[in-house]
C-alpha cells in the first residue's frame, strides 16, 4: 500500500484527485490511502506528528496564502531541507509553469498541468510503481577476487581515479578496479548521468546544479565539477524531470 496525499485549496479538485485515485486503485488492483489537506500547514502537521507519504499531489498557489502561509514551494524546501525529507515523491499540480525552474531544488517527482484528466493520473502511477520496483536493482562489482553488490539507490555517484573506481554512498566507500566508460550502459543504472569524465551521478542525489557544478543531498553537501562539453547534456537531463 502507498500513502498518498492531496494538497490542494479547491475543494472540487480534491474531489476529482480523489475520485481519479479510487477509480484508478479498482481498475489496476492498487492499494492507495489517501487524505485531503486544504493548507500547506495541515499537511505540514502531519509530518511533524511522525505521519509521511509516499506521495504528495500538490498544488503550488493557495488563494487564500499571505505572506505568513506557505504555498507549495515552501512546504517543498521544508520537506527537503528542514526536514530532510527525501524519500516522499512531490508531483505539483498546477497552471503556473513558471515555477518549475524555482523548484528544481526541491527535486519534484512530477509535474500535472490542470485541467487533470483521469489518463494523467493513470500516466504518473504507472511510473511511479516503476520507479519504485527499479529502487530495488543491484550493482554488482567485483573487488579482491569477490563478488559484492549494493543497492542502487543507495549509490550517490561513481567517481574514476585512475584504474579504480570509487562508489560513494550516503555513508560509505567501496572501490574496484574498472573504467567509468563501462558503467554507461548498466540498465540499472539508468538513474545517473555522466557530468565529468570523472564522475556518474545518481541524479536523485542532486539537490541543485549550477552550469559548472552539482551539489549533492548529504550533510556535507559535495559538489562535484561538470565538464564544459557536457553543460548542455546535464543541463537537458534534469529540467526535463
Same mark, same amino acid.
Given at each position: 500500500?502507498?500513502?498518498?496525499?492531496?494538497?490542494?485549496?479547491?475543494?472540487?479538485?480534491?474531489?476529482?484527485?480523489?475520485?481519479?485515485?479510487?477509480?484508478?486503485?479498482?481498475?489496476?488492483?492498487?492499494?492507495?490511502?489517501?487524505?485531503?489537506?486544504?493548507?500547506?500547514?495541515?499537511?505540514?502537521?502531519?509530518?511533524?506528528?511522525?505521519?509521511?507519504?509516499?506521495?504528495?499531489?500538490?498544488?503550488?498557489?493557495?488563494?487564500?496564502?499571505?505572506?505568513?502561509?506557505?504555498?507549495?514551494?515552501?512546504?517543498?524546501?521544508?520537506?527537503?531541507?528542514?526536514?530532510?525529507?527525501?524519500?516522499?515523491?512531490?508531483?505539483?499540480?498546477?497552471?503556473?509553469?513558471?515555477?518549475?525552474?524555482?523548484?528544481?531544488?526541491?527535486?519534484?517527482?512530477?509535474?500535472?498541468?490542470?485541467?487533470?484528466?483521469?489518463?494523467?493520473?493513470?500516466?504518473?502511477?504507472?511510473?511511479?510503481?516503476?520507479?519504485?520496483?527499479?529502487?530495488?536493482?543491484?550493482?554488482?562489482?567485483?573487488?579482491?577476487?569477490? $563478488? =559484492?553488490? *549494493?543497492?542502487?539507490?543507495?549509490?550517490?555517484?561513481?567517481?574514476?581515479? #585512475?584504474?579504480?573506481? %570509487?562508489?560513494?554512498? /550516503?555513508?560509505?566507500?567501496?572501490?574496484?578496479?574498472?573504467?567509468?566508460?563501462?558503467?554507461?550502459?548498466?540498465?540499472?543504472?539508468?538513474?545517473?548521468?555522466?557530468?565529468?569524465?570523472?564522475?556518474?551521478?545518481? $541524479? =536523485?542525489? *542532486?539537490?541543485?546544479?549550477?552550469?559548472?557544478?552539482?551539489?549533492?543531498? #548529504?550533510?556535507?553537501? %559535495?559538489?562535484?565539477? /561538470?565538464?564544459?562539453?557536457?553543460?548542455?547534456?546535464?543541463?537537458?537531463?534534469?529540467?526535463?524531470?
Amino acid at each position: 500500500m502507498i500513502r498518498v496525499a492531496i494538497c490542494d485549496d479547491d475543494k472540487r479538485m480534491q474531489e476529482s484527485l480523489s475520485k481519479y485515485l479510487l477509480d484508478y486503485s479498482i481498475q489496476c488492483d492498487r492499494e492507495i490511502d489517501h487524505s485531503e489537506f486544504d493548507t500547506c500547514e495541515k499537511l505540514m502537521d502531519e509530518y511533524l506528528k511522525g505521519n509521511s507519504f509516499d506521495v504528495i499531489l500538490l498544488d503550488i498557489e493557495f488563494k487564500n496564502n499571505d505572506e505568513k502561509q506557505m504555498n507549495g514551494i515552501e512546504l517543498g524546501k521544508r520537506l527537503r531541507g528542514l526536514y530532510a525529507n527525501d524519500n516522499t515523491a512531490i508531483v505539483y499540480v498546477t497552471s503556473y509553469g513558471e515555477y518549475a525552474i524555482d523548484s528544481i531544488k526541491i527535486r519534484p517527482y512530477d509535474y500535472i498541468k490542470k485541467p487533470i484528466t483521469y489518463e494523467r493520473i493513470v500516466e504518473f502511477f504507472e511510473t511511479y510503481y516503476l520507479d519504485q520496483a527499479k529502487r530495488k536493482k543491484v550493482f554488482e562489482y567485483t573487488a579482491h577476487k569477490v $563478488k =559484492n553488490s *549494493i543497492i542502487v539507490s543507495n549509490i550517490c555517484y561513481f567517481e574514476s581515479q #585512475g584504474r579504480t573506481i %570509487v562508489i560513494h554512498t /550516503i555513508t560509505n566507500q567501496y572501490t574496484f578496479y574498472g573504467k567509468l566508460s563501462n558503467l554507461l550502459d548498466n540498465e540499472s543504472l539508468s538513474d545517473f548521468i555522466s557530468i565529468h569524465k570523472s564522475y556518474l551521478v545518481n $541524479k =536523485n542525489y *542532486i539537490e541543485r546544479f549550477t552550469s559548472h557544478s552539482v551539489v549533492l543531498i #548529504g550533510i556535507d553537501r %559535495v559538489e562535484l565539477p /561538470i565538464s564544459p562539453n557536457k553543460k548542455m547534456e546535464v543541463s537537458e537531463q534534469l529540467l526535463k524531470e
